[in-house]
């Protein structure tokens, strides 16, 4: 889950980067005008100081704070210290495995298959994802069990 946050980085999350990032400039830019003119309107001053800060957070603490806590909370939840989930390609279902909690879901099921480096997402019905990557199969390679995939789709 650790590793997972570092690769969200979707259409929307990249527009609001590029909206934090425009905001921090334009902070930036009001303070150096504002110390340029000499200006002593404090409410500017903290206005901008405000925007600036609020854009640094956003763009580079934000993300890294909130799936750290989800971290620690399932962590809590499942009791152990280390959150891992498995999953296993049967010929009739697969089965994701976190903990005590287990999802068994049919190749029917099976949207679309989105590859991205190492990452690999297989979007199914009802807004339901699994995430993997390729170089953590135990048995195989993501290639054969690409191809199990497509044989027991229908």
Do not use: Q
């Amino acid at each position: 889950m650790l590793s997972w946050s570092k690769d969200l980085l979707g259409a929307a999350t990249t527009v609001f980067l590029i909206f934090y990032c425009i905001g921090g400039l334009i902070a930036l830019c009001l303070l150096v005008l504002l110390a340029l003119v000499g200006a002593d309107d404090w409410f500017t001053w903290f206005l901008a100081f405000f925007l600036l800060v609020f854009s640094a957070y956003r763009l580079f603490f934000l993300k890294f704070y909130f799936f750290a806590k989800r971290y620690k909370m399932l962590s809590k939840v499942y009791g152990v210290t280390e959150w891992l989930r498995t999953t296993e390609f049967t010929d009739e279902e697969i089965i994701l495995s976190d903990h005590n909690s287990v999802c068994k879901l049919k190749y029917d099921n099976i949207k679309r298959i989105k590859e991205k480096g190492n990452n690999i997402i297989i979007y199914f019905n009802d807004n339901l994802s699994a995430r993997l990557y390729k170089d953590a199969f135990v048995e195989g390679t993501w290639e054969e069990c690409k191809a199990k995939i497509n044989s027991l789709r229908k």
